[in-house]
């Protein structure tokens, strides 16, 4: 059974960090693009990051430099550190799965197919 599950959200202070994690069983996360996305309230959802079957990432400007995507394959499991948190980071993260081992670097949900439940993120001022 193919299943994703985020865990790691809570709500911080502006400039306070967390680190999601995504436990992946049913397939092997190293076998293909994984990316991470983030819904906020009223807003489209966008994506965060991505890694592919050799490790490279792509990450969107919006978190460079204080968001870094990862992974575990010894617990196939996708990590997500968040450092310098803005409240703008406020949003519903989700991790994901593509049917491919190489991401594009244009980070559009539609490229997804497997998606976890989402684990909420809250900065506040």
């Known amino acids: 059974q193919v299943q994703a599950e985020e865990s790691g959200g809570g709500s911080v202070q502006t400039g306070g960090s967390l680190r999601l994690s995504c436990v992946v069983s049913?397939?092997?996360?190293?076998?293909?693009?994984m990316g991470w996305f983030r819904q906020a309230p009223g807003k489209e959802r966008e994506g965060v990051a991505s890694?592919?079957?050799?490790?490279?990432?792509v990450i969107t400007a919006a978190v460079a430099g204080r968001f870094t995507i990862s992974r575990d394959d010894a617990q196939n499991t996708l990590w997500l550190q968040m450092d310098s948190l803005k409240p703008e980071d406020t949003a519903l993260y989700y991790c994901?799965?593509?049917?491919?081992?190489?991401?594009?670097?244009?980070?559009?949900?539609?490229?997804?197919?497997?998606w976890g439940q989402g684990t909420q993120v809250t900065v506040s001022s």
């Open positions: 049913g397939y092997t996360i190293s076998n293909y693009c």
């Open positions: 890694i592919n079957y050799s490790g490279f990432r």
């Open positions: 994901a799965r593509a049917n491919t081992p190489y991401c594009s670097s244009t980070l559009q949900s539609s490229e997804y197919n497997f």
